[in-house]
């Protein structure tokens, strides 16, 4: 029994090793994005789907009106049949400012479609339809959460990072802030995850699907490439759509890269326990594309994350070491991915927060559970509607 234990703590400390030492090759080679891009002369589309948005999107409204370096950027925003007073809200704070048109509109998805790629989808038609007769269909095409606040160069750095690489999709990861308990423990677990697994940079060299990596709170295409990929009605099943369309533009030929972007950009993305166990309880049973994939990452994540810890705790002599070093990988990776998406010095709670990386793991796991649970049942929403059902 004392043997199984021991290579049960010595497991999990060599996959908690493994993923500290892919962060800090992460943190070492992604590229950080720019606070100040090169100026773009090309076309810039920024597409903006909200619904039930009206507190937060005057202040992005705000951040696209200050931009630098974009001579020739316009701004679509559709309000999708929201029960606030969001297309008030984004009337009001774009003001006189021709470069933005606001549509309001409930979009009526197609079976299977969800939400968010109906109104994205609708967004990219409205681009395609209002070009200049001298613009077809060409330049960068942007979309941004509602939720998301930009420094006054991002969108040049971002369509400068897209140019610079040649890539058909960049998507610069914000910096994910956390206002309660339950986000400081479960938030940054976004980048850790993918920090922790993947060598980002060379990831983005190749065109192998399964290595994509992309946030669709900021996402950056160049127009042509995403319409070759069939844009979000390539993907409009897909309740992760920013990944699966990040995929669909690498069957292309063309590559996608990830850049840490949290020096210009930020977003809160859910607000409160309450808020946050609805977000991820609509998409994480897709996470890993079948229960028996989700139960593999869940058992491999508690064994790394609990046996070195509880080893450290309550073990003796060389498994106590073994767990102690085991548990100090977990904390460091999740500090080091955190700076990683940061771009900067850590901020006080980041440090209890890594110490707690034994409770962001429950966290996942509950959530994980529950989604399924709930997809099984039939029983996903979001923002008042069902959420897809399918999964690649």
Not at 107 to 125: F, N, V
Not at 175 to 183: K, M, N, P, V
Not at 214 to 228: K, P, V
Not at 276 to 302: K, M, N
Request: proline share 5%; glycine share 10%; aromatic share 6%.
């Amino acid at each position: 029994m004392r043997t199984l234990v021991r290579g049960a703590v010595v497991a999990g400390t060599a996959v908690s090793a493994t993923g500290c030492a892919l962060t800090v090759l992460n943190r070492l080679t992604v590229r950080r994005l720019g606070v100040v891009g090169p100026p773009v002369i090309e076309p810039v589309t920024v597409c903006i789907p909200a619904r039930d948005e009206a507190t937060r999107l005057p202040g992005l409204i705000a951040d696209l009106r200050g931009q630098h370096g974009v001579s020739r950027m316009r701004v679509l925003i559709l309000d999708d049949g929201s029960g606030d007073e969001t297309y008030a809200a984004a009337v009001a704070a774009a003001g006189d400012d021709e470069r933005f048109t606001i549509v309001t509109a409930r979009i009526e998805a197609r079976p299977g479609w969800t939400g968010k790629s109906a109104a994205c989808d609708r967004l990219a038609e409205i681009a395609w339809a209002n070009a200049d007769s001298d613009d077809p269909p060409a330049g960068a095409l942007i979309f941004l959460d509602a939720d998301v606040r930009i420094g006054a160069g991002a969108i040049a750095a971002a369509v400068g990072e897209l140019r610079r690489t040649g890539a058909g999709l960049v998507s610069p990861w914000p910096r994910q802030l956390a206002g309660s308990f339950a986000e400081t423990l479960v938030q940054p677990l976004l980048c850790w995850s993918w920090a922790a697994t993947l060598p980002v940079r060379l990831a983005g060299r190749s065109l192998w699907p399964s290595t994509a990596v992309s946030c669709g709170q900021f996402l950056a295409f160049d127009a042509a490439a995403y319409r070759a990929a069939g844009g979000h009605a390539a993907v409009a099943t897909q309740v992760t759509e920013d990944l699966a369309l990040a995929r669909e533009v690498r069957r292309t030929g063309r590559r996608t890269v990830l850049v840490s972007a949290g020096r210009i950009a930020n977003t809160r993305m859910y607000r409160g326990a309450t808020e946050l166990d609805t977000g991820y309880t609509r998409w994480l049973w897709s996470a890993y594309g079948s229960p028996a994939g989700s139960a593999a990452v869940g058992a491999t994540a508690a064994l790394a994350f609990w046996a070195p810890p509880l080893a450290a705790l309550f073990g003796r002599g060389a498994t106590r070491r073994i767990g102690l070093f085991g548990y100090s990988c977990a904390v460091a990776s999740r500090l080091v991915a955190r700076s990683l998406e940061s771009g900067g010095p850590l901020t006080p709670s980041d440090i209890p927060a890594a110490l707690a990386h034994p409770l962001s793991v429950a966290a996942y796991l509950r959530l994980s559970l529950r989604s399924h649970r709930r997809h099984r049942a039939g029983a996903l929403t979001w923002k008042g509607r069902a959420v897809a059902e399918r999964v690649s």
